[in-house]
């Protein structure tokens, strides 16, 4: 054990090992990431902590694989670096380690996580763990939906860190792809008891030879069939989203913003990050690149004028944070324009102007009794706006918004429980049974929920998967609705632009009964 003041220097000291030098550490992206995200302006480390002799299990399946065939006599143990946000001393620590658990609470409250140095050369940014800046400050509008609690164990101590595993790619077992794979594993590997796997062995799930048709190891990157081969082989399956639009500025298809929120917005109450395809400025190896979202920054909603297109709560997100394996995790990302991402990638690009990141793919992993996707429910939802927008035309002066999440049923059950209902509608709905899993699609103006109607997200889409149809209307505009839907009928029920437009139409009416 071997405690230091943070500093820049004991970083680079603490983060080098026998084939990467203090000085070579130093010219890596990821230190430039960590020593923000550690410093003053982030976590505000005072304390590093060196563990040496640490096995990490992810590297020992990688060592075994490949590095214990070496002729170089690679070190199957690791050094582990742990980070506080307190200055303590040896002495102090180790009088800590002695006390009984329930005196040393208000201590480990101060540990902020830890980095594993893998023993190779350049690439030793392994298995790390971090907390993110929503746990280290009073921040209500950043939602990390993609974390789950990990348990440390250091020197007879437990400590639980709410989080997502990040790790550099390790290019001779690993590309960028497999990275983003592996984190997004971390979580789904303990909400959907999916196969937990090393780099190593994910690679190997891929496909038994690279895209162009070389051997796996070293590995050159995985294509789009072998991300969503990988991904099945873990127990999940892949919807692969390609870009909505294709403009002059463009030589190919690339995802606008708007679509990238309303994925991820829908999405994210399942918890399992999702992995964005993305061109990257600098063009050469790193010129199609993936990385792992598992959060966003949102704005308040505010009421908005009435529109021509149909408006999404999903508009209201400012930043997604990804874990980009060249820098490192919870990385901002920044939205703007029709389809540019400032990424880290985008702040060090030394053309002038900066370019821009850009979406190519975005790669939902889901359990694979979900059959339902986005596209298949915002069909629905566009013609319920248009039925909705014609009845309040006179009744209100701002806009209809809605959010499409698919989520637990369970979840929504609480939500109920929770709602402003009377108790009867409560216990109807808490008592109704329902498949494990709902898309639910509410309807807003400003923060007044108006609706909140939910489908069958294990379905098959040609079917009529509406389950339910919740009203938070006064009586008499609910009924004033009804009214108006049965006088408009051979009207307004083409507006839904789907085969069962005439089931949904008397869904909508009967459940609003």
């Given at each position: 054990?071997?405690?230091?003041?943070?500093?820049?220097?004991?970083?680079?000291?603490?983060?080098?090992n026998?084939?990467?030098?203090?000085?070579?550490?130093k010219?890596?992206?990821?230190?430039?990431?960590?020593?923000?995200y550690?410093?003053?302006?982030?976590?505000?480390?005072?304390?590093?902590?060196?563990?040496?002799?640490?096995?990490?299990?992810?590297?020992?399946?990688?060592?075994?694989?490949?590095?214990?065939?070496?002729?170089?006599?690679?070190?199957?143990?690791?050094?582990?670096?742990?980070?506080?946000?307190?200055?303590?001393?040896?002495?102090?620590?180790?009088?800590?380690?002695?006390?009984?658990?329930?005196?040393?609470?208000?201590?480990?409250?101060?540990?902020?996580?830890?980095?594993?140095?893998?023993?190779?050369?350049l690439?030793?940014?392994?298995?790390?763990?971090?907390k993110?800046?929503?746990?280290?400050?009073d921040?209500?509008?950043r939602?990390?939906?993609?974390?789950?609690?990990?348990?440390?164990?250091?020197?007879?101590?437990?400590?639980?860190?709410?989080?997502?595993?990040?790790?550099e790619q390790?290019?001779?077992?690993?590309?960028?792809?497999?990275?983003?794979?592996?984190?997004?594993l971390?979580?789904a590997?303990?909400?959907?008891?999916?196969?937990?796997?090393?780099?190593?062995?994910?690679?190997?799930?891929a496909d038994?030879?690279?895209?162009?048709?070389?051997?796996l190891?070293?590995?050159?990157?995985?294509?789009?069939?072998?991300?969503?081969?990988?991904?099945?082989n873990?127990g999940?399956?892949?919807?692969?989203?390609?870009?909505?639009?294709?403009?002059?500025s463009?030589?190919?298809?690339?995802?606008?913003?708007?679509y990238?929120?309303?994925?991820i917005?829908?999405?994210?109450?399942?918890?399992?990050?999702?992995?964005l395809?993305v061109?990257?400025?600098?063009?050469?190896?790193?010129?199609?690149?993936?990385?792992?979202?598992?959060?966003?920054?949102t704005?308040?909603?505010?009421?908005?004028?009435?529109?021509?297109?149909?408006?999404?709560?999903?508009?209201?997100?400012?930043?997604?944070?990804?874990?980009?394996?060249?820098?490192?995790?919870?990385?901002?990302v920044?939205?703007y324009?029709?389809?540019?991402?400032?990424?880290?990638?985008?702040?060090?690009?030394?053309?002038?102007?900066?370019?821009?990141?850009l979406?190519?793919?975005?790669?939902?992993?889901?359990?694979?009794?979900?059959r339902?996707?986005?596209?298949?429910?915002?069909?629905?939802?566009?013609?319920?706006?248009?039925?909705l927008?014609?009845?309040?035309?006179t009744?209100?002066?701002?806009?209809?918004?809605?959010?499409i999440?698919?989520?637990?049923?369970?979840?929504?059950?609480?939500?109920i429980?929770?709602?402003?209902?009377?108790?009867?509608?409560?216990v109807?709905?808490?008592?109704?049974?329902?498949?494990?899993?709902?898309?639910?699609?509410?309807?807003?103006?400003?923060?007044?929920?108006?609706?909140?109607?939910t489908?069958?997200?294990?379905n098959?889409?040609?079917?009529?998967?509406?389950?339910n149809?919740?009203?938070?209307?006064?009586?008499?505009?609910?009924?004033?609705?009804?009214?108006?839907?049965?006088?408009?009928?051979?009207?307004?029920?083409?507006?839904f632009a789907?085969?069962?437009?005439?089931?949904?139409?008397?869904?909508?009416?009967?459940?609003?009964?």
């Amino acid at each position: 054990m071997k405690i230091l003041t943070y500093s820049e220097e004991n970083l680079a000291e603490a983060l080098s090992n026998k084939y990467t030098s203090p000085t070579l550490v130093k010219v890596k992206n990821h230190f430039d990431y960590f020593k923000k995200y550690l410093g003053s302006s982030g976590l505000d480390a005072k304390t590093i902590l060196i563990e040496e002799d640490y096995i990490s299990r992810d590297f020992l399946h990688d060592y075994a694989s490949y590095y214990a065939l070496c002729f170089e006599k690679y070190e199957k143990v690791c050094r582990r670096v742990h980070f506080f946000d307190i200055a303590v001393t040896e002495e102090e620590f180790s009088n800590k380690l002695l006390l009984p658990k329930e005196d040393t609470v208000e201590f480990w409250k101060h540990y902020v996580g830890f980095i594993v140095i893998k023993p190779i050369p350049l690439t030793m940014v392994g298995y790390t763990v971090l907390k993110t800046y929503s746990n280290n400050q009073d921040v209500n509008d950043r939602n990390f939906w993609g974390l789950r609690d990990y348990k440390i164990h250091l020197y007879g101590n437990e400590i639980i860190l709410k989080s997502l595993a990040f790790q550099e790619q390790d290019s001779v077992l690993a590309a960028c792809a497999t990275t983003a794979i592996w984190s997004m594993l971390n979580k789904a590997a303990v909400d959907f008891h999916t196969i937990l796997k090393s780099p190593s062995q994910i690679t190997n799930d891929a496909d038994k030879v690279s895209p162009d048709g070389s051997r796996l190891f070293p590995n050159k990157g995985l294509s789009i069939l072998q991300i969503s081969q990988a991904i099945l082989n873990s127990g999940l399956v892949s919807e692969i989203k390609e870009g909505d639009i294709r403009s002059h500025s463009y030589a190919y298809r690339v995802a606008s913003i708007r679509y990238l929120k309303k994925i991820i917005n829908a999405y994210s109450p399942i918890g399992i990050p999702i992995i964005l395809v993305v061109r990257v400025p600098s063009g050469g190896d790193h010129g199609l690149h993936a990385i792992t979202v598992s959060g966003f920054k949102t704005l308040a909603p505010q009421p908005i004028p009435p529109q021509k297109a149909i408006s999404y709560m999903s508009d209201n997100i400012d930043r997604i944070y990804v874990h980009d394996d060249q820098w490192g995790p919870f990385a901002r990302v920044n939205l703007y324009n029709e389809a540019d991402l400032e990424t880290p990638w985008t702040e060090n690009d030394t053309v002038i102007p900066k370019r821009p990141t850009l979406v190519t793919n975005i790669v939902v992993p889901v359990y694979p009794k979900i059959r339902i996707s986005y596209q298949d429910l915002e069909v629905i939802v566009v013609g319920l706006d248009r039925i909705l927008t014609f009845f309040f035309d006179t009744q209100i002066v701002a806009d209809l918004v809605w959010d499409i999440k698919i989520d637990y049923s369970e979840n929504y059950k609480h939500a109920i429980k929770n709602s402003g209902l009377d108790n009867g509608e409560k216990v109807q709905i808490l008592t109704e049974s329902l498949p494990k899993y709902i898309w639910i699609a509410s309807c807003y103006v400003g923060v007044y929920k108006l609706f909140c109607f939910t489908f069958d997200a294990t379905n098959i889409n040609n079917a009529m998967i509406g389950l339910n149809v919740v009203s938070f209307l006064p009586d008499t505009t609910r009924l004033t609705l009804i009214q108006f839907l049965k006088k408009n009928k051979l009207t307004l029920q083409y507006l839904f632009a789907h085969m069962a437009s005439e089931k949904y139409y008397e869904f909508l009416i009967e459940k609003l009964k």
